[in-house]
Nanobody, 127 residues
Framework: QVQLVESGGGVVQAGGSLRLSCKAS????????MGWFRQAPGKEREFVAA????????YYVDSVKERFTISRDNAKNTVYLQMNSLKPEDTAVYYC????????????????????WGQGTQVTVSS
């Protein structure tokens, strides 16, 4: 069983930064892509960023490009989301997830492509 535990959320003023972490249990982390999603109150969960199993490829939703950076440390079974220049519209619960295909050639950007999810961490950006 794979467990994902997010941390690093909090309250920050607009323009500030936060770094989210997601630590995975088990030995299968290295062979799977990882993703970050978010869900704001009253809205559907949306894709934020994805990283390939090797870390060599990344993809972002347009609204966070140039502000967010996804990275991974396979030795620590951890994926990160560095969030800079935060805006009030970034307020949401952020979830990390593990791809359900081993060494997927393309990055997964849809929620159905992910099997395991963390419990979420709240990010609140005040104006």
């Amino acid at each position: 069983q794979v467990q994902l535990v997010e941390s690093g959320g909090g309250v920050v003023q607009a323009g500030g930064s936060l770094r989210l972490s997601c630590k995975a249990s088990g030995r299968t982390f290295t062979n799977y892509g990882m993703g970050w999603f978010r869900q704001a109150p009253g809205k559907e969960r949306e894709f934020v960023a994805a990283i390939s199993w090797s870390g060599g490829s990344t993809y972002y939703v347009d609204s966070v490009k140039e502000r967010f950076t996804i990275s991974r440390d396979n030795a620590k079974n951890t994926v990160y989301l560095q969030m800079n220049s935060l805006k009030p519209e970034d307020t949401a619960v952020y979830y990390c997830a593990r791809d359900n295909v081993v060494r997927r050639p393309q990055l997964a950007i849809y929620s159905y492509q992910y099997t395991y999810w963390g419990q979420g961490t709240q990010v609140t950006v005040s104006s």
